[in-house]
């Protein structure tokens, strides 16, 4: 039912809570939540197709009274209980940056397409990370972010490689940095000579990556 990727969002989600998933998408992730997870979701998106599509899915499932769905930009027109949990995967960095900028909310589940160096710097000036992972799923790199509200004191390298990632030394850790370590050697190749600073900027994560 859920792809590999969904399941580790899913897996970020403690029991019993309220979601908020924004941008749903087909809703398969609230559907299993509701049915697997005891959580009481609410599928939103922008997209009147998407959420057809969510709202259709749901009907399968017969949980048309237990997961609510909102045609909303972001989270307009929302409600936001105390202690929900936000989930916002699949968009860029500056779009999630901009869906939360107004907000102060007690726990965020992010799964970013792209830029997690500025996605961890700017959430970090009012959350803190509890818990993350990365990994790979159909030969794409993923990290799943749980932010929670608070304030911790963080690096440059914390940003970039994550504060509790970079701690881990299971094999699926392993080859996601690997991977980001890999990637990094081929841009290098590929920058002019004159944009030293550049090209010194991903030596120093790459240097980063390997001694973590």
């Known amino acids: 039912m859920l792809s590999y990727r969904l399941k580790k969002i899913a897996s970020l989600i403690d029991p019993n809570k309220v979601v908020i998933d924004v941008g749903c998408d087909h809703g398969l992730l609230d559907i299993y939540l509701t049915l697997y997870n005891n959580n009481i979701c609410t599928a939103s998106d922008i997209n009147k197709n998407a959420l057809s599509s969510a709202i259709n899915n749901i009907k ?25 949990v936000i989930v916002i995967a699949g968009m860029g960095t500056n779009t999630i940056l901009n869906i939360l900028k107004n907000y102060n909310l ?27 992972l990365g990994f790979t799923d159909k030969n ?23 504060p509790i990632l970079k701690n881990k030394k299971d094999k699926e850790t392993n080859i996601y940095f690997d991977n980001l ?28 990556i390997k001694n973590r």
């Not at 589940?109 to 993350?132: F, Q």
């Not at 929670?148 to 490689?161: A, F, I």
């Not at 370590?181 to 240097?207: G, M, Q, T, V, W």
């Open 60 to 84: 399968k499932y017969n949980l048309e009274d237990k997961i609510d769905t909102v045609i909303s930009n972001g989270l307009d027109n929302i409600n936001i209980p105390n202690d929900s």
């Open 181 to 208: 370590h890999n990637k990094n050697i081929e841009i290098i190749k590929n920058i002019p000579k004159k944009y030293i600073f550049k090209r010194l900027d991903l030596l120093i994560k790459n240097s980063w």
């Open 140 to 162: 794409k790199d993923y990290i799943v972010i749980k932010f929670k509200l608070g304030n911790r004191k963080y690096s440059k390298k914390d940003y970039y490689l994550g």
């Open 106 to 132: 007690d726990e965020l589940v992010i799964s970013s397409n792209n830029d997690y160096y500025l996605l961890r710097k700017e959430l970090l000036k009012k959350y803190y990370i509890e818990d993350e």
